[in-house]
């Protein structure tokens, strides 16, 4: 049987400045109650929770997974041997959530979860993920009601692959991975943030979750 709605929500998506639009979301709080309640915890800004409203969609495997929820405003610090995010000045326990669903993904749209990650990032599935069920440290806890067409855009944003466009092993390929490593290396170096913000699959255009909340 289908996991029962519980509740709803919604959030509003700008790309590179411009109104993409919004999705809404249905939340599965029987299969997953401590999951939904971290993330409506998020989209309500509740106090102990970093919020969704202001988050990033950072990353994007193709045809895979789709990543959200990134507040890049905040930093993870240890304090009396505890993890918390330093939030604004805010100190904001990192919580992870140790769930179950028991739901597989088994189809696109899914919302998704890494239960060890603490703060407020998700995933929306791009395709059936089987490799993220049980005993693979992912939850699903919902799945996308509306604006499919609003993740499809967002999954069709260029990405960082790591590789020129030259074919692997070339003069060229090889002169793009070198310069690549030194302007990283001189990067860190002067101190510049951008130099540690570069993984595979970023997504290379801003998309922030401006606005959110419960139906």
């Known amino acids: 049987a289908a996991p029962r709605v519980t509740s709803r ?9 411009e109104r993409a639009g919004r999705v809404e979301v249905a939340l599965f709080g029987d299969a997953a109650p401590r999951t939904v309640a971290a993330f409506l915890g998020a989209v309500k800004a509740e106090r102990g929770t970093l919020p969704l409203a202001g988050s990033i969609f950072f990353r994007c495997e ?3 997974l789709l990543e959200g929820g990134r507040v890049r405003q905040a930093a993870q610090v240890v304090v009396n041997d505890e993890l918390y995010f330093d939030y604004l000045g805010d100190m904001v326990p990192a919580k992870s959530v140790l769930e179950d669903s028991g ?8 919302l998704t979860r890494e239960v060890l990650r603490p703060g407020s990032e998700f995933g929306i599935t791009l395709a059936p993920r089987p490799d993220l069920d049980a005993g693979k440290g992912h939850v699903v806890f919902g ?12 999954a069709a944003l260029p990405v960082e692959t790591g590789r020129s466009t030259s074919e692997a092993g ?12 030194f302007m990283i290396k001189l990067g860190k170096k002067i101190g510049d943030r951008r130099a540690y913000d570069t993984y595979p699959n970023k997504i290379l255009r801003r998309v922030e979750i401006t606005r959110c909340g419960v139906l």
């Not at 739901?103 to 899914?110: C, F, I, N, Q, Y």
């Not at 799945?143 to 967002?154: H, N, P, S």
Request: net charge negative; glycine share 10%.
């Open 170 to 181: 070339s003069v060229a390929d090889e002169v793009f991975q070198a310069q690549k490593s």
């Open 9 to 17: 929500a919604y959030f509003e998506v700008l790309v590179s400045g």
């Open 62 to 64: 193709k045809g895979r």
């Open 143 to 154: 799945r996308v009601e509306k604006g499919w067409d609003v993740v499809e855009a967002l």
């Open 103 to 110: 739901v597989p993904h088994a189809e696109r749209g899914l």
